[in-house]
């Protein structure tokens, strides 16, 4: 089936700094990636998706490419920023008409500090 | 446009009881899906619902039942509850199942 593995938080970091979360995935076919963002008390929010290879989605400042060579989607920012404080999840839609749901990893904790 | 709106925002049940969740998708979109998310876990795919009828479900038992109605709204009932469906559930609409989804802010429920 289906799976997301994303890297473990949380993650603490420095106004400014440089962010890299990793993403890889085991699925049948060539799925849509997403990240979701989703902040204290909050529902997710879509940040950034690509739908096929080699493509890649960005939003806000953020980054992440589609790699079938390494069934990757590692979300990265250039200068994150206090705000950016929240919980991300990598997920995937598969190919089967879409249907079968998102498949979320586990999330990863973002700590930004001042 | 008010996005994707769920209600009860919070709600407490006691085991055993029966508990029926809204969902009210963003405007033009025509599927919607359920999730549980668990403290501190991923949401699970529950089921999507699409014209009306149910297209799949993910491994979630049968006290796990939903609705579709014309105007695309939908409601999440969950029978016999046990203190283990105490969770987070989201519900997200797209304008097809291939599309990204747009989330609601979530029902938080706890059962007791």
């Known amino acids: 089936g289906n799976s997301v593995t994303q890297m473990e938080g949380p993650v603490t970091l420095s106004e400014e700094a440089f962010l890299t979360i990793n993403c890889t995935y085991t699925a049948t076919g060539y799925p849509s990636l997403f990240w979701y963002v989703q902040y204290p008390g909050e529902g997710l929010q879509l940040l950034l998706k690509?739908?096929?290879?080699?493509d890649k989605g960005s939003n806000k400042g953020f980054e992440a490419t589609y790699r079938k060579e390494t069934t990757s989607f590692h979300l990265e920012k250039g200068s994150v920023q206090v705000s950016d404080s929240a919980v991300y999840f990598c997920a995937l839609l598969g190919k089967g008409g879409g249907a079968d749901g998102l498949t979320f990893g586990k999330g990863t904790h973002l700590i930004i500090q001042p | 446009d008010a996005g994707v709106t769920q209600s009860p925002t919070h709600l407490i049940k006691t085991r055993g009881q029966q508990v029926t969740l809204r969902c009210s998708p963003k405007?033009?979109?025509?599927?919607v899906s359920w999730y549980q998310q668990a403290l501190g876990q991923g949401p699970q795919f529950i089921f999507q619902?699409?014209?009306?009828?149910?297209?799949q479900r993910g491994n979630f038992p049968d006290r796990f039942s939903g609705h579709q109605f014309p105007n695309y709204s939908s409601e999440l009932n969950v029978n016999a509850l046990l203190l283990g469906d105490s969770a987070l559930y989201l519900c997200?609409?797209?304008?097809?199942?291939?599309?990204?989804?747009?989330f609601g802010q979530g029902t938080r429920l706890t059962v007791v």
């Open positions: 997200a609409s797209s304008r097809s199942a291939l599309a990204g989804a747009f």
């Open positions: 619902y699409y014209e009306e009828e149910e297209r």
């Open positions: 690509a739908t096929k290879a080699d």
């Open positions: 405007s033009g979109h025509d599927t």
